[in-house]
């Protein structure tokens, strides 16, 4: 039973193309994360979101900032998405204010967080919030290591989700006083795909 399990493990990760081109996702169906998104302002909320996402085996992660156009110009990390099982988390750092429990979640062992450029986000977050992460995959250098050419957030949703993710809001005001829903489903998306896409191919 062991030896089959891994068998079709290693069948179906073969079965994904390792490639793909800006064409091809273009004509993928667009698709989001569907599920509850938990927008998150006040520090008291994100204490009891945080309590739950400490009982989780797996995360997907992901952070946003408002945009730098200038040389030297530096935003702190607004908004940090988590996402568990069931919901995705969208954080307001700027809002909350410290987050213990968040460092909690980061320096535990216990807890597999994955996200695409994860040490880049840790390293933003850490301007803000000193902390130690530990158990954290890059999911680019995890499907590299099993023979994804393509990688990125927008690649490896088409190659292993089938779907084409819209990145328009990326470079939008993470700071706004309301996030637009464009805003919040981008955000949760981001996370969300981190998550599934590692599920899948792992």
């Known amino acids: 039973m062991y030896a089959y399990s891994i068998e079709l493990t290693l069948d179906v990760i073969m079965n994904y193309k390792k490639e793909i081109t800006k064409e091809e996702i273009a004509v993928l169906t667009h698709g ?37 156009f200038k040389k030297g110009q530096y935003f ?75 990688i990125g957030a927008r690649k490896l949703s088409g190659l292993v989700l089938n779907i084409r993710i819209s990145k328009a809001q990326q470079v939008s005001n993470w700071e706004n006083a309301v996030l637009s829903k464009a805003q919040i489903d981008y955000a949760a998306t981001d996370a969300w795909l981190c998550r599934e896409v590692y599920l899948k191919i792992k």
């Open 32 to 68: 989001k994360y569907t599920g509850e998104i938990v927008l998150i302002n006040e520090k008291e909320q994100a204490d009891i979101a945080l309590k739950e996402l400490l009982k989780c085996d797996i995360i997907g992660i992901d952070t946003e900032s408002r945009p730098a």
């Open 76 to 150: 702190p990390v607004s908004l940090v998405q988590l996402a568990g099982k069931n919901k995705v988390y969208l954080i307001r750092l700027l809002k909350t204010g410290p987050l213990p429990l968040l460092k909690n979640l980061l320096e535990n062992e216990h807890i597999l967080k994955v996200g695409i450029a994860i040490h880049d986000d840790l390293k933003d977050l850490s301007k803000s919030m000193a902390h130690t992460a530990n158990n954290i995959i890059d999911l680019n250098q995890f499907a590299q290591a099993k023979g994804f050419k393509s």
